[in-house]
Nanobody, 130 residues
C-alpha cells in the first residue's frame, strides 16, 4: 500500500513563498510520475504540476508557470513544490498524488488529469493573504 503525506502548508502574505513536501511510503516511488493538484471547497480538483519518474520532465499549469517549481528525490521518496510570488488566488488545499501506471505518458496531457492518479495524500492548506 502506498501512503502519501504532505507538509509545508500555511499562511503567507501575497508575494511570499512556501515549500510543500510530499513523503511517500513504498519501494515503487521512483517508477511513477507524481503530481500536485489543488482544490477549493465546492470546486473541482485543479492540476498544478507534475514530474516524470526520473525527474527529467516537468509540467505546469499556466497559472503557476514561472512561479512554482516541482522536484523529486527518488533516494528519499520525496517530492517538493517550491511556490514563489504567491497570490491570493493560489489559496487552496494542495494534494500530492502518484500516477496510476509506471513509466512515461507519451500523451503528456494525461499528467494533468486527476483520473490518471491512483494514490492521494490528505492535503495541506495554503492560504495567501492580500
Amino acid at each position: 500500500q502506498v501512503q502519501l503525506v504532505e507538509s509545508g502548508g500555511g499562511l503567507v502574505q501575497a508575494g511570499g513563498s512556501l515549500r510543500l513536501s510530499c513523503a511517500a511510503s513504498g519501494r515503487t516511488f521512483s517508477n511513477y510520475a507524481m503530481g500536485w493538484f489543488r482544490q477549493i471547497p465546492g470546486k473541482e480538483r485543479e492540476f498544478v504540476a507534475a514530474i516524470t519518474w526520473s525527474g527529467d520532465s516537468t509540467y505546469y499549469a499556466d497559472s503557476v508557470k514561472d512561479r512554482f517549481t516541482i522536484s523529486r528525490d527518488n533516494a528519499k521518496n520525496t517530492m517538493n513544490l517550491q511556490m514563489n510570488s504567491l497570490k491570493p488566488e493560489d489559496t487552496a488545499g494542495y494534494y500530492c498524488a502518484r500516477c496510476r501506471t509506471p513509466g512515461i505518458y507519451y500523451d503528456t496531457s494525461r499528467y494533468m488529469d486527476p483520473d490518471e492518479y491512483s494514490y492521494w495524500g490528505q492535503g495541506t492548506q495554503v492560504t495567501v493573504s492580500s
